[in-house]
């Protein structure tokens, strides 16, 4: 990193591309920050096993449990609390790493169905924080409405 009038310059960002609609959630998790900051949850059980879940406002896709953090917010306790409300309760043990990455949507020259968007608008400087996390337990009747979890 390098430093210029103060500010830093970041390096080594990964480019990224993703769907438009995934690249539109993205954007919603950002609420608006030139970077969106969110932490990853890397689940194990007992068996080693690691859990993804499918969210409706990813196309239920199976992923890895990820909720936008504040600034200023603990990057431990925010994934946590969150997990708790969807009925996943585990334990935090440590911070594994943070990957930087742009995201880009994936429509050509950034056009839409409806129309030109500026290169701001296709692209997502994102921050995802992986943290590795031990299951202690799943209650799926207490809110996996909208998350349905699955160990492979």
């Known amino acids: ?26 954007k919603t998790m950002s ?33 890895l449990p990820m909720v936008g953090v504040k600034r200023g917010s603990n990057y431990a306790d925010t994934p946590h609390k969150y997990l708790e409300t969807v009925g996943i309760i585990t334990e935090i043990e440590s911070i594994l790493g943070i990957k930087r990455v742009i995201l880009m949507s994936n429509y050509p020259d950034g056009q839409t169905d409806d129309e030109k968007e500026s290169k701001s608008s296709r692209e997502l400087r994102a921050n995802f924080i992986s ?6 337990s799943m209650n799926e009747e207490n809110g996996l409405t909208k998350l349905q979890g699955t160990l492979c």
Do not use: P, W, Y
């Not at 210029?4 to 960002?13: E, H, K, L, V």
């Not at 689940?43 to 896709?61: A, H, M, V």
């Open 131 to 136: 943290l590795s996390c031990k299951m202690k």
């Open 1 to 26: 990193m390098e430093a210029t009038g103060g500010f830093q310059i970041s390096g080594g960002r990964k480019r990224s591309v993703v769907s438009h609609s995934h690249f539109v959630e993205f």
């Open 31 to 63: 609420k608006g920050q030139f970077i969106l900051k969110a932490a990853v949850a890397i689940i194990r059980d007992e068996n080693n096993k690691l859990l993804l879940i499918t969210d409706q406002s990813f196309r239920n896709f199976l992923m």
